[in-house]
C-alpha cells in the first residue's frame, strides 16, 4: 500500500460518518413525524427535513470527498478498502450528478405528501393525493434524468434500492414468479381443503395484541436495550445499530395481521442491529440494500413466524393472550395463518402465495409512471384493473385500493420489487441455514433461534455492504441468486396445506 493511501482513506472514512450521522438524523426525525409528532407539526418538520437532506447532498458531494477517492484511484487497497471505497464511490456519483436544489425539494414534498396520502386515505379519496402523487412522479423524472438522461429511468430509480442485481433480473424474477405462482394459486383455489379461521368471530384489543406482540419479539430475540414497539398507519422500522425501532398495527377483528406484520418488522431491526458496531458510518457497517434487508424480514416472517413448529412454540401465549381460542392447538394456528385469501387486496396482510401478485401490480403500475405511458389520475381504475386480472378482485374504494401502501408518498418510486426479490433470497438463505444446523424446526418448535441468529449475523450480517448482491448471496450459500429455492419452498408447503 501506498504511503499516501491510509491518510486518503482515512479523510473518506471522516466525511461518509459525517454524511452517515445526518441520514440518521433524518431517519429519527421521519420516525417521529410517523410515530409521535402532533399533527399541527407537518409545516416545520418538512422544512427540517428538506434542510437535512440538502446538507446530506452537499456533504457527500464535497470536495474532499472527492479529492479522496482519486487519490485513493492510485493506491493499493486491501478488500474491504475496495468495498467501502466502490460503495462511497457510487453514492458520490449519483449524488454529485443530482443538483442539491432538487433534492431538498424532492425531501420537502415527500414530506409534505406523507401527510395527504394520510388524509386522503382516511377519505378513501385519491384526488386528494394526486396533485402531489404527480409532483412527486415529475421530481423522480428529474432526479433519474439528472443521474443518466439516456437510460431508462425506472431502472435508474431501482437502482437505488438495490444496485447490483438489476431491473432486468426483477423482471425475470417477478415474471417467472407470475407464470408459475398463479397456476399454484389457482390449484389452491379448486381445492376441497378449507383452512380453519379461529379469530374470525371474535374482536381483539389493541392492548392484548400489543402484549402479545411484545411477548413474541423478547421470544424470537429482539434488544430492547436498543430498539422499541409503536404503533404507526403503515409498519416500518427505523434505525442502525446501536438504536432500531419497529412498528406495527392493530386490527380488531384481524390479530394474525399484527403478528406477521410485527415479526416481518423484527426480521428488519434484527439485521440493523446485527451490523458491526466498530463499523458504524462507514459501508462496512450499513445494510446491503433493500433486496437483501427484505430477504431478512420475509425470512423471519415466513420462513419462521408462518412455521409449524413456530406456532407450535407460541400456541400457549396465544390462548393466554385472547379469549375465545382457549382450545385451540397449535396445528390450527398453523394453519390459519397460512390460509391463502382469496378475498384479500390488502399487501400487508396478504399470504406468501398471492403476496407477489400484489407487488407486480404495484411494479407496473410505478414503471409506467415515471417511464410516462400512465397518467396520475388514471392510476386507481388500472389498478383496480390490474387485481382483477391477476387476483380475480376490485377493490371498492381507493383506500383499499391505490392508496394502501405509504411508499409512494415518499417518493420511493422502484422499492417494491425488492420485496419479491427478497422474498425469494429468503429462501434459498433458510435453505443453506438448514443444510448447515440440521434441525432448525427442533430448535424452532423449542423456542430456541440462537443458532438461526448466528448463522444470519456470520453469513449475512457481519458483512455490511462489504459485498454486492449476488456476491453475497453466493458467500452465504455456495451458489448464484435463484428463484429455485423460493418456488421449491412454496410448491411443498400450499401443496401439503391444500392436498395439492
Same mark, same amino acid.
Given at each position: 500500500m501506498s504511503a499516501e493511501a491510509p491518510q486518503a482513506y482515512d479523510d473518506l472514512l471522516e466525511a461518509y460518518r459525517r454524511v452517515s450521522n445526518v441520514e440518521s438524523a433524518v431517519g429519527v426525525l421521519s420516525w417521529d413525524q410517523q410515530v409521535t409528532?402532533?399533527?399541527?407539526?407537518?409545516? =416545520?418538520?418538512? %422544512?427540517?427535513? #428538506?434542510?437535512?437532506?440538502?446538507?446530506?447532498?452537499?456533504?457527500?458531494?464535497?470536495?474532499?470527498?472527492?479529492?479522496?477517492? @482519486?487519490t485513493l484511484d492510485r493506491s493499493e487497497l486491501n478488500d474491504e478498502q475496495r468495498a467501502v471505497v466502490?460503495?462511497?464511490?457510487?453514492?458520490?456519483?449519483?449524488?454529485?450528478?443530482?443538483?442539491?436544489?432538487?433534492?431538498?425539494?424532492?425531501?420537502?414534498?415527500?414530506?409534505?405528501?406523507?401527510?395527504?396520502?394520510?388524509?386522503?386515505?382516511?377519505?378513501?379519496?385519491?384526488?386528494?393525493?394526486?396533485?402531489?402523487?404527480?409532483?412527486?412522479?415529475?421530481?423522480?423524472?428529474?432526479?433519474?434524468?439528472?443521474?443518466?438522461p439516456d437510460r431508462d429511468p425506472y431502472a435508474v430509480l431501482f437502482e437505488d434500492y438495490e444496485p447490483y442485481l438489476g431491473l432486468e433480473t426483477a423482471e425475470q424474477v417477478l415474471e417467472r414468479l407470475r407464470d408459475e405462482l398463479v397456476p399454484l394459486i389457482e390449484a389452491v383455489g379448486d381445492s376441497d381443503v378449507t383452512q380453519p379461521d379461529p379469530f374470525a368471530d371474535g374482536t381483539y384489543s389493541e392492548q392484548a395484541q400489543e402484549d402479545?406482540? *411484545? @411477548?413474541?419479539?423478547? %421470544?424470537?430475540?429482539?434488544?430492547?436495550?436498543? !430498539? *422499541?414497539?409503536?404503533?404507526?398507519?403503515?409498519?416500518?422500522?427505523?434505525?442502525?445499530?446501536?438504536?432500531?425501532?419497529?412498528?406495527?398495527?392493530?386490527?380488531?377483528?384481524?390479530?394474525?395481521?399484527?403478528?406477521? =406484520?410485527?415479526?416481518h418488522e423484527?426480521?428488519?431491526?434484527?439485521?440493523?442491529?446485527?451490523?458491526?458496531?466498530?463499523?458504524?458510518?462507514?459501508?462496512?457497517?450499513?445494510? *446491503?440494500?433493500?433486496?437483501?434487508? @427484505? #430477504?431478512?424480514?420475509?425470512?423471519?416472517?415466513?420462513?419462521?413466524?408462518?412455521?409449524?413448529?413456530?406456532?407450535e412454540s407460541v400456541a400457549d401465549d396465544v390462548r393466554e393472550a385472547f379469549e375465545g381460542v382457549e382450545d385451540i392447538d397449535g396445528e390450527t394456528f398453523y394453519r390459519a395463518a397460512n390460509r391463502v385469501y382469496d378475498d384479500n387486496l390488502i399487501r400487508v396482510d396478504a399470504d406468501e402465495l398471492t403476496y407477489h401478485m400484489h407487488i407486480v401490480v404495484r411494479f407496473e403500475i410505478e414503471r409506467d409512471l415515471i417511464n410516462g405511458d400512465l397518467d396520475v389520475e388514471d392510476v386507481p381504475e388500472v389498478w383496480n384493473d390490474?387485481?382483477?386480472?391477476?387476483? !380475480?378482485?376490485?377493490?371498492?374504494?381507493?383506500?383499499?385500493?391505490?392508496?394502501?401502501?405509504?411508499?409512494? #408518498?415518499?417518493?420511493?418510486?422502484?422499492?417494491?420489487?425488492?420485496?419479491?426479490?427478497?422474498?425469494?433470497?429468503?429462501?434459498?438463505?433458510?435453505? =443453506?441455514?438448514?443444510?448447515?444446523?440440521?434441525?432448525?424446526?427442533?430448535?424452532?418448535?423449542?423456542?430456541?433461534?440462537?443458532d438461526l441468529q448466528t448463522w444470519l449475523r456470520e453469513n449475512v450480517h457481519h458483512h455490511g455492504a462489504r459485498y454486492t448482491t449476488d456476491d453475497l448471496v453466493e458467500v452465504a450459500t455456495g451458489e448464484s441468486y435463484t428463484a429455485d429455492y423460493f418456488l421449491e419452498y412454496v410448491t411443498e408447503k400450499y401443496g401439503d396445506l391444500y392436498e395439492l
Open positions: 409528532m402532533p399533527d399541527g407539526g407537518a409545516p =416545520a418538520r418538512s %422544512r427540517q427535513l #428538506s434542510t437535512l437532506s440538502g446538507l446530506k447532498h452537499e456533504l457527500l458531494t464535497d470536495d474532499g470527498i472527492a479529492d479522496a477517492l @482519486e466502490r460503495e462511497i464511490r457510487r453514492e458520490h456519483e449519483r449524488a454529485a450528478a443530482v443538483p442539491q436544489a432538487l433534492i431538498e425539494q424532492i425531501s420537502a414534498k415527500s414530506s409534505e405528501a406523507l401527510e395527504v396520502w394520510e388524509s386522503a386515505k382516511a377519505d378513501a379519496d385519491f384526488s386528494q393525493f394526486a396533485p402531489v402523487l404527480e409532483e412527486l412522479v415529475e421530481l423522480r423524472r428529474e432526479y433519474a434524468a439528472a443521474i443518466d402479545l406482540s *411484545r @411477548e413474541i419479539l423478547t %421470544r424470537i430475540g429482539y434488544d430492547w436495550d436498543r !430498539g *422499541r414497539l409503536d404503533t404507526s398507519s403503515h409498519p416500518f422500522t427505523s434505525g442502525n445499530q446501536f438504536d432500531c425501532r419497529v412498528t406495527t398495527r392493530f386490527l380488531e377483528d384481524d390479530p394474525l395481521s399484527a403478528l406477521t =406484520a410485527t415479526v423484527f426480521g428488519h431491526a434484527f439485521y440493523n442491529l446485527g451490523l458491526p458496531q466498530e463499523e458504524y458510518g462507514t459501508p462496512l457497517g450499513s445494510s *446491503r440494500n433493500l433486496s437483501v434487508h @427484505e #430477504s431478512q424480514s420475509r425470512l423471519w416472517e415466513n420462513h419462521v413466524g408462518r412455521s409449524r413448529p413456530f406456532w390490474k387485481y382483477e386480472q391477476y387476483l !380475480g378482485l376490485r377493490p371498492e374504494n381507493d383506500a383499499e385500493g391505490a392508496l394502501q401502501d405509504i411508499h409512494w #408518498s415518499h417518493g420511493n418510486f422502484g422499492y417494491f420489487p425488492t420485496y419479491t426479490l427478497g422474498s425469494v433470497m429468503a429462501a434459498q438463505l433458510y435453505a =443453506a441455514a438448514e443444510d448447515d444446523l440440521g434441525d432448525l424446526d427442533g430448535s424452532i418448535r423449542a423456542g430456541e433461534f440462537e
